[in-house]
């Protein structure tokens, strides 16, 4: 596709379940990333990959985050066990290996967790 | 990667040019400045990046002082379209696949 494209664009989903977010990134984008923005704050990092591999998992808040990634193309971040507090926009990026000036967001999954 | 800081909001009359400041005091050598911008709803968007001179493109200018402690982001004739959040951020350049790390940046409020 022309862009970094996510889904669902927006999700409501009740305390408890469990929420599958996807993201398709620019093809041949080696790099992706999640990225997470609560209402009125900047951008959390969550997840890096490089290929399938996640060298850098540094910011996922808690175990019930998990994201894999397959065939160096489609991204999956999924929620365990909601909570309200993981009510935000989730936004993903892609970029040619280590080259942020040629990165490009997603128009990002808006989860509300009621 | 060194923090920076950045006004919480400005305002600009559409025309004008919008100069948004980013203090980095902590920069060490090999950090470049690096500019993105959140217009309402969107992902962030690429503007400008620089390590010491001064840099032009077709969205931006940055200018960075010679110690390389600020920097200013300059749009020439900000437009109301241009009203956005604006990213200061500091990173190692050639640092292959590190997150970029965004702080709350500078709320840009154009107006006719």
């Known amino acids: 596709g022309a862009g970094v494209s996510q889904s669902p664009s927006n999700k409501v989903t009740e305390k408890g379940k469990d929420v599958e977010l996807r993201c398709d990134p620019i093809s041949g984008h080696t790099a992706l990333y999640w990225y997470r923005q609560r209402l009125g704050q900047g951008l959390e990092f969550l997840i890096y990959f490089q290929g399938n591999s996640a060298p850098d998992k540094s910011g996922l808040p808690s175990d019930r985050f998990s994201a894999e990634r397959t065939g160096e193309s489609v991204s999956t971040l999924t929620i365990q066990r909601t909570q309200q507090e993981d009510s935000a926009v989730y936004l993903c990026?892609?970029?040619?290996?280590?080259?942020?000036?040629?990165?490009?967001f997603g128009q990002g999954t808006r989860l509300t967790v009621v | 990667d060194a923090k920076t800081t950045q006004p919480t909001s400005m305002d600009c009359a559409e025309g004008r040019a919008a100069n948004l400041p980013c203090n980095h005091s902590t920069i060490s050598g090999n950090e470049y400045v690096y500019w993105y911008r959140q217009i309402h709803s969107q992902g962030p968007q690429y503007i400008i990046h620089?390590?010491?001179n001064n840099e032009t493109n077709e969205m931006a200018s940055l200018i960075i002082t010679e110690d390389r402690k600020s920097s200013t982001l300059i749009l020439p004739h900000a437009t109301l379209r241009d009203t956005a959040v604006y990213y200061c951020i500091v990173r190692v350049g050639g640092q292959a696949g590190t997150a970029l790390i965004f702080g709350k940046g500078t709320t840009l409020s154009v107006s006719s």
């Open positions: 990026a892609s970029s040619p290996t280590g080259s942020w000036r040629l990165a490009f």
């Open positions: 620089g390590l010491k």
